[in-house]
């Protein structure tokens, strides 16, 4: 559910924008499938990750992929597939999706038990 939330708000804010990424030959993948580059899809997915992590679990958990979370945005920075505000964009939408999940999950156990039952 965490990452349909998350895919819905980045791609709305990537359409809805419409910046194209920064010039480079780096990528090319990116930059036929997905020429928007604002904000970055990246960030907000470990970002939302390092959120759920510090939410939902021990501590630790949360620095390492919030550490983890750093290194990909200074990659995509630094790889010239985003600017700098790409990923300080996608780092707020991946902790609003975040946070939003950690408001829905209570709605989401009740509506869909099923999802969340342990698979051993």
Known sequence: GAIIILAVLVLAVKFRIGRKRPEGNWGAIYRNTDPHSFPSGHAARTAMLAFLAFALTPGWLGWVLAG?????????????????????????????????????????VSFFPWLFKPLF
């Not at 945005?73 to 939003?100: E, K, T």
């Not at 950690?102 to 709605?107: C, D, E, G, S, Y």
């Open 68 to 108: 983890w979370c750093l290194l990909v945005c200074l990659a995509r920075v630094s790889l010239r597939v985003h600017y700098l505000s790409d990923v300080i964009a996608g780092i707020l939408v991946g902790i609003l999706a975040g946070w939003l999940v950690t408001l829905l999950q209570p709605f989401m």
